[in-house]
T-cell receptor, first 116, second 113 residues
Framework: AQSVTQPDIHITVSEGASLELRCNYS??????LFWYVQSPGQGLQLLLK??????LVQGIKGFEAEFKRSQSSFNLRKPSVHWSDAAEYFC??????????????FGRGTSLIVHP | EAQVTQNPRYLITVTGKKLTVTCSQN?????MSWYRQDPGLGLRQIYY???????DKGDVPEGYKVSRKEKRNFPLILESPSPNQTSLYFC????????????FGPGTRLTVL
């Protein structure tokens, strides 16, 4: 069965600093990978996804993630963090449904705190 | 507008009082599911449905029931809620065979006293 590990429960960065959130997955085949963000009191928003092709994936809000098969990782990065990026971030690996759809199996999340 | 709606958005209830959280989608999706979100645990799937009258347990089904009598609706039923079911609940849907991602509802925050 697939699983996702987000080793950092909390990450604190200063506004303007770079950010990397770690994600490691376990999956028997080529994984479909997602990053979601949840702002305080809000629902889930998809930041980006990797299905195949280029291993560096661009997402919304200036985020990107790199798929590294050799390390079973899909780390999320942003070169310069804004105060509005403070949120909970979830990495997820896709579980295949009939017909080829994928639904996410979530990690436990990383809470990002941004200092002014 | 494509969307998943949930009602109510907030609910405070007492132990043992049956409640239903409704979920509806307007995209004609076959697949629908319910998650609960708890601090430090991420989102865990409670139940899912592949189509009308087809439901199955997710990772944490104990204490919950679902039904799928119509394609658009997938209510979550707590027949005898307990305090450990205090949580944030999300409904989601996706079209089988689609390369799209799953659509999530806005969430229902449930408190059981």
């Amino acid at each position: 069965a697939q699983s996702v590990t987000q080793p950092d429960i909390h990450i604190t960065v200063s506004e303007g600093a770079s950010l990397e959130l770690r994600c490691n997955y376990s999956y028997g085949a080529t994984p479909y990978l997602f990053w979601y963000v949840q702002s305080p009191g809000q629902g889930l928003q998809l930041l980006l996804k990797y299905f195949s092709g280029d291993t560096l994936v661009q997402g919304i809000k200036g985020f990107e993630a790199e798929f590294k098969r050799s390390q079973s990782s899909f780390n999320l990065r942003k070169p310069s963090v804004h105060w509005s990026d403070a949120a909970e971030y979830f990495c997820a690996v896709g579980a295949r449904l009939a017909g080829g759809s994928y639904i996410p199996t979530f990690g436990r999340g990383t809470s990002l705190i941004v200092h002014p | 507008e494509a969307q998943v709606t949930q009602n109510p958005r907030y609910l405070i209830t007492v132990t043992g009082k049956k409640l239903t959280v409704t979920c509806s989608q307007n995209m004609n999706h076959e697949y629908m599911s319910w998650y609960r979100q708890d601090p430090g645990l991420g989102l865990r799937q409670i139940y899912y449905s592949m189509n009308v009258e087809v439901t199955d347990k997710g990772d944490v089904p104990e204490g919950y029931k679902v039904s799928r009598k119509e394609k658009r609706n997938f209510p979550l039923i707590l027949e005898s809620p307990s305090p450990n079911q205090t949580s944030l609940y999300f409904c989601a849907s996706i079209s089988l065979g689609s390369t799209d991602t799953q659509y999530f509802g806005p969430g229902t925050r449930l408190t059981v006293l």
